[in-house]
């Protein structure tokens, strides 16, 4: 990824516009030792598919998203964004317009407050669109107008839900959000862009996208008799709970409400900004009160205990004459904010304009009063609550607050580790776009670099790989490159990654899959807090946070299953990889990492299993080799071979039923259904009938692989 290059992309299906836009780019002032690059992407089946195929093109670290019929009228415009995304490391994204909060239509210009000024001809003729202005550099926003989308890091666009030409827009603006990174529209004194759009048209391709959108993104979405403003996927909303106004509630993916909650707007004062706003994977437990007259905004990933009490006001009572619980609230305006990560002890009351960080501690019974700002990554106690340890970055040790008046904890020199705590190995080949996007969202992530180290071991590409990495090479001392003389295979190429670790842990890491924003210092901390286990698995697929720790072979396979395949899911222990006597017995399986799973476990037993979406994945299936043959003849082999050191004979059993229910056979019919040839589907059926047809349960499996050839094959 090239720190100093910038480049603009426009999807064009008219020669004229395209022509004109490239002429107009060459007007602007380029910033002080960047360079800048243009692609012009041609008969894209849709803008979100366009760009998403420059993008991974471009080796650029900002990137402007530009309609054909837009001219930026600011010369100084690369000079402003560049200075903004390094200012700001959490603003992902910028935009000319936008919406402060998407009504439940899911339409930006629905809102009633907008950001950002642009000249369009939305109206029918040009005209200056001037809406509110930000109070600082920026606004946050949650929706942004496609005409001009400036980024500084890469996020898949999501072309398998938006075919056509609407909606990628407000769907790239909540895929930045909901990695943990800000989208904004900038202050500008004069319009930055002239946009010749014409009057919109909301087609039925339009309707269907809209649909599309709030559906995926959950807007406007009803639980029971209540309808949200927003409610995500997988939440869990307990029947006690006592809900009102949820029309102004928003709820994040896999929120859970536990029992005799009660969340409110007790005037029930809609407005199409949401008064309660809850992040995802938040829990709120028993017993909870939150109640909202302007705002209470919760970020993802917050555990608020029993009994806690949030509002964002406290009673009026300086009318003597009359009763208290009929003078209202004292004040219509204060916000109370909890960044993401944090944890609200037992009892809790926090009330009026409060302002707590991220992953901070607030103590069991603790009151925090109209007034109080506490710093990210702090504990606080008391009442009023006041800081008492406060996150040592450096050191990375939480450090005791002095309680005397004035007093400061003394915050000890940054100790230079020879050794990191992790080691992120990437066995790559011909992969040069996935990794640009897998590097770039490593090194976007605010976690010190002494604390880790990327090593690619390059299995002899034929593409751009090699020239890719020293290109990130010249910014990142702690990235190693290493490049085989030839092809040795996957397999081969990951014992040959792990080898070249020299940290305390090794983390196993597909050039296909990238991290979410924050995820990688997460990562460290739970490396950290369980150094004792020789293991640690991410399950990516649950977002709850919890830890669950365990020792052995079998209750590993019993927890882990199947999914023990996912190459960016392991992190192994270096100490006990260096003792495997024979890393390379499976070397052609295709799974060697499950073999050395279970061969760490067999030295030291104790793992860890995360359960937390940290990474997310290209949409790239490359295949290569037979399904079958790996999930079904090596998988199984290499579990067989761990019966006499480690694994019960009836846990192999169970494991055995259980993948062919709930995972081969669905995989069976998917690869049928999207026709993946890559993966050899030709293979299954032999290879599932050999494996299965002792077993007492396979009349069942027969029944249903006939069902799904008759499906497919019309057999």
Not at 172 to 185: A, P, R, T
Request: proline letters at 3%; hydrophobic letters at 35%.
């Amino acid at each position: 990824m090239d720190d100093r290059k910038i480049c603009f992309i426009i999807c064009a299906n008219n020669e004229e516009l395209a022509e004109r836009s490239q002429q107009n780019l060459k007007q602007l002032i380029k910033p002080d030792g960047y360079t800048v690059d243009l692609q012009i992407v041609r008969n894209a089946s849709g803008l979100a598919a366009g760009y998403d195929q420059a993008m991974r093109q471009s080796d650029a670290k900002y990137k402007v998203y530009l309609h054909q019929d837009v001219q930026i009228l600011n010369p100084q415009f690369l000079v402003d964004i560049v200075r903004l995304f390094s200012d700001y490391s959490s603003l992902g994204m910028i935009g000319a317009v936008g919406a402060k909060t998407l009504p439940s239509s899911g339409i930006w210009q629905d809102a009633s407050q907008k950001y950002g000024k642009v000249i369009d001809s939305r109206t029918g003729t040009l005209q200056s669109q001037e809406f509110m202005q930000p109070s600082g550099e920026y606004e946050s926003v949650e929706s942004l107008d496609g005409l001009l989308m400036a980024t500084q890091y890469d996020l898949p666009w999501r072309k398998d839900l938006f075919t056509g030409w609407h909606f990628y827009d407000a769907s790239l603006s909540q895929e930045f959000i909901s990695s943990g990174y800000e989208v904004g529209v900038p202050k500008q004194l004069l319009p930055w862009c002239l946009h010749e759009c014409g009057t919109l048209d909301r087609t039925t391709a339009y309707a269907d996208a809209r649909r599309i959108f709030l559906e995926h993104y959950g807007y406007g979405k009803s639980h029971g008799q209540h309808r949200f403003h927003r409610l995500g996927s997988g939440c869990n909303i307990h029947p006690t709970c006592e809900l009102s106004g949820t029309a102004g509630i928003a709820l994040g993916n896999e929120v859970k409400l536990q029992a005799d909650c009660c969340i409110m707007l007790p005037y029930n004062n809609i407005a199409s900004e949401p008064r309660i706003q809850i992040g995802a994977g938040s829990e709120i437990e028993r017993r909870c009160s939150l109640s909202a007259v302007n705002r209470i905004v919760i970020g993802s990933q917050v555990a608020i205990s029993t009994g806690v009490q949030i509002s964002d006001y406290n009673p009026a009572y300086e009318d003597i004459h009359l009763p208290i619980k009929k003078q209202g609230a004292d004040s219509w305006s204060q916000t109370v904010s909890i960044g993401s990560g944090s944890w609200i002890g037992t009892n809790t009351v926090i009330a009026g304009q409060v302002s707590i960080g991220k992953g901070c501690v607030i103590s069991a019974g603790s009151v925090v009063v109209s007034g109080t700002v506490i710093p990210d990554y702090c504990v606080a106690a008391g009442a009023p609550a006041r800081v008492i340890k406060q996150y040592d970055p450096g050191s990375r040790k939480w450090l005791r607050i002095s309680p005397s008046p004035g007093g400061e904890a003394e915050l000890p020199n940054e100790e230079n580790q020879m050794q990191p705590l992790m080691s992120i190995c990437i066995p790559a080949f011909n992969c040069g776009q996935e990794l640009n996007l897998c590097l770039n969202s490593i090194y976007s992530q605010n976690t010190r670099t002494a604390d880790f180290e990327v090593i690619v071991s390059d299995d002899a590409s034929t593409d751009h790989t090699e020239e890719l990495v020293r290109k990130y090479q010249e910014s990142y001392s702690n990235l190693h490159y290493y490049r085989n003389e030839r092809h040795d295979g996957t397999d081969g190429n990951i014992l040959k990654c792990a080898g070249y670790a020299r940290g305390e842990f090794i983390k196993l890491h597909s050039s296909e899959d990238y991290w979410l924003q924050g995820s990688l210092e997460t990562l460290c901390n739970l490396i950290e807090q369980n150094r004792d286990c020789s293991l640690l698995f991410l399950d990516i697929l649950s977002n709850t946070g919890a830890v669950n720790r365990g020792s052995g072979i079998s209750n590993y396979v019993e927890q882990v299953s199947i999914y023990s395949t996912f190459l960016s899911g392991i992190i192994m222990r270096r100490k006990e990889f260096v003792q495997i006597a024979s890393p390379d017995r499976f070397i052609h399986s295709n799974l060697i990492q499950v073999y050395l799973e279970l061969s760490i476990l067999e030295i030291s037993s104790d793992y860890c299993v995360y359960h937390r979406k940290l990474l997310a994945s290209s949409d790239k299936i490359a295949g290569g080799y037979s399904f079958a043959q790996t999930f079904i003849i090596s998988y199984l082999g290499i579990l067989n071979s761990f019966l006499d050191k480690g694994l019960d004979a009836a846990v192999l059993a169970a494991e055995k039923k259980h993948i062919a229910h709930t995972f081969l056979l669905w995989w069976y019919n998917y690869m049928l259904e999207k026709n993946l040839e890559q993966l050899q589907p030709g293979d299954f059926v032999r290879i599932f009938v050999a494996a299965y047809q002792d077993e007492s349960y396979y009349p069942d499996l027969h029944e249903r692989l006939h069902k799904i050839q008759a499906k497919h094959l019309k057999i």
